[in-house]
């Protein structure tokens, strides 16, 4: 099983967020890098895979509204893909 530690920092503007979701799901160069892209290469994930978030990283997205709105894409996407779960750890 694949663990992604989400680093809210990281997922910070579109930019980062394109090279940090590219380079944790091992995403093709076509990728888009945007929210809408995220969500389609996100829906083709086949490999169980473990979303992590620690309380200090989940205050930091919901203070940032970009991390915030990556956070959401990345729960729609957890929701229909039975190989993704996000998971709250220490």
């Known amino acids: 099983m694949e663990r992604i530690y989400l680093n809210a920092e990281e997922i910070s503007t579109k930019e980062k967020m394109a090279g940090y979701m590219k380079e944790a799901f ?15 290469l996100l829906s083709e994930v ?14 930091k ?3 940032n509204s970009y991390a915030y709105r990556t956070l959401t894409v990345l729960g729609a996407a ?13």
């Open 46 to 59: 086949y490999e169980d895979t473990q979303i992590c978030l620690t309380r200090s990283n989940l205050e």
């Open 26 to 40: 091992r995403f093709p160069d076509y990728f888009g890098g945007n929210l809408d892209a995220l969500n389609d």
């Open 78 to 90: 957890a929701a229909e893909n039975p190989h993704l779960a996000i998971l709250f750890v220490q």
């Open 61 to 63: 997205i919901c203070g």
